[in-house]
T-cell receptor, first 115, second 109 residues
């Protein structure tokens, strides 16, 4: 069974450009999460989808970040326009059941570098 | 103040040593507790959940003290392959995980 896949694995862009990250959760997982680790800091929650609905987006830093999950399958996270402080590793995770923290699987992340 | 505090390390220990990591959390409403392991440039992976009664998985023992809001991880008989960053993670009544910054462990021959 395929795990959580993220694309691209690395992205280098200039300040002011737009970048779109993609996450394909494990098939059948209704819950999809985005997390981010900025250099030197802890991994932080960004948002949580249940199917196509945003359950909790309290961690989204500002309105330059837009997450979508049309059809309740894969998700995209768009940063527009990107700023230097957006650099970091963006992780996606999925689980089948709410509260199933022991069955939460992470993707290998997208390393975003904004120059 | 961070919600989950960990000593960043690094902890440099020889093979076969016993090493202990500690973690404190500030929110008494925290409900679930975990240790994750993260290898360099990889995703975090669940190592074990932590219960008040304490739990053991092979060479790994985790303990939770709710009164002191303190979580520990003990690794016995360290192996080279244990070298990684160990993340202390909690959550409250939500599905949002709160991570510590991690403690780096380096096991040397």
């Amino acid at each position: 069974e395929a795990g959580v896949t993220q694309f691209p694995s690395h992205s280098v862009i200039e300040k002011g450009q737009t970048v779109t990250l993609r996450c394909d959760p494990i098939s059948g997982h209704d819950n999809l999460y985005w997390y981010r680790r900025v250099m030197g800091k802890e991994i932080k929650f960004l948002l949580h989808f249940v199917k196509e609905s945003k359950q909790d987006e309290s961690g989204m830093p500002n309105n330059r970040f837009l997450a979508e999950r049309t059809g309740g399958t894969y998700s995209t996270l768009k940063v527009q326009p990107a700023e230097l402080e957006d650099s970091g590793v963006y992780f996606c995770a999925s689980s089948q059941d709410l509260g199933a923290n022991e069955k939460l699987f992470f993707g290998s992340g997208t390393q975003l570098s904004v120059l | 103040r961070k919600e989950v505090e960990q000593d960043p390390g690094p902890f440099n220990v020889p093979e076969g040593a016993t090493v202990a990591f500690n973690c404190t959390y500030s929110n008494s409403a925290s409900q679930s507790f975990f240790w994750y392991r993260q290898d360099c440039r990889k995703e975090p992976k669940l190592l074990m959940s932590v219960y008040s009664s304490g739990n053991e998985d092979g060479r790994f023992t985790a303990q939770l003290n709710r009164a002191s809001q303190y979580i520990s991880l003990l690794i016995r008989d360290s192996k080279l392959s244990d070298s990684a960053t160990y993340l202390c993670v909690v959550n409250r009544r939500t599905d949002k995980l709160i991570f510590g910054t991690g403690t780096r462990l380096q096991v040397f021959p």
